[in-house]
């Protein structure tokens, strides 16, 4: 039996179509229903739009509200939440950091403060160092062999910086000479990557 091409496209156009006209009538429906919720006209509070049905989780949801409540109250550039538990080489890194306000983000570029630390992290070497070091606490010996350089003189030249930066540490508690990412360093290391592959991915 032939199949009718043109005939299947058509018939995916319409059923296209139909899901489209449903979804946004069940936009328009959950819009003006959150709008008698809330109170606030047009579904915005102040400058900040509220958006519905960002995520099927409601709890998130609830947050996410709540965000845009204070962003747009506050008249903020933005307002962020995020939370996270990093465990690897039996260290844990858990963390929760609620309604951070973007104008301070910002104010980092203003500063210099965020092109000082990439410049400090934004080499190869030192970026495989602290990779090393996140899964597993590490000599210098041992991270010559593991990362590939050929000698401890290469390992000391990056770790210099690092250990400025208080980025990372020698821990007695290790044993003798192990070195170790700050605990209190981890999650930014870990939301920098998030936000790196928010830049990259598709």
Same mark, same amino acid.
């Given at each position: 039996m032939e199949r009718n091409f043109g005939a299947e496209i058509d018939n995916l156009k319409k059923d296209l179509k139909d899901i489209k006209e449903l979804l946004m009538n069940n936009f328009s429906a959950?819009? +003006?229903?959150?709008?008698?919720?809330?109170?606030?006209p047009n579904n915005s509070v102040g400058h900040v739009k509220k958006m519905d049905n960002m995520h099927p989780d409601p709890a998130i949801m609830k947050i996410l509200d709540k965000l845009e409540n204070t962003c747009g109250k506050n008249g903020d550039s933005g307002c962020i939440t995020y939370l996270g538990v990093f465990s690897s080489g039996n260290r844990q890194s858990t963390w929760i950091r609620n309604e951070i306000n973007t104008n301070h983000l910002l104010a980092l570029i203003e500063n210099k403060t965020a092109a000082n630390v990439l410049a400090c992290i934004g080499n190869n070497d030192r970026l495989n160092i602290l990779l090393a070091l996140l899964k597993k606490p590490m000599t210098v010996a041992q991270l010559v062999s593991d990362c590939g350089y050929n000698s401890t003189g290469q390992v000391y030249h990056h770790l210099?910086?690092?250990?400025?930066? /208080?980025l990372i540490k020698e821990d007695s508690n290790e044993g003798k000479g192990y070195y170790v990412v700050q605990p209190h360093r981890v999650q930014g290391i870990i939301m920098l990557l998030a936000g790196i592959n /928010?830049? +990259?991915d598709s």
């Open positions: 959950n819009s +003006v229903s959150r709008a008698n919720q809330t109170g606030e210099k910086p690092l250990i400025a930066s /208080d /928010d830049m +990259v």
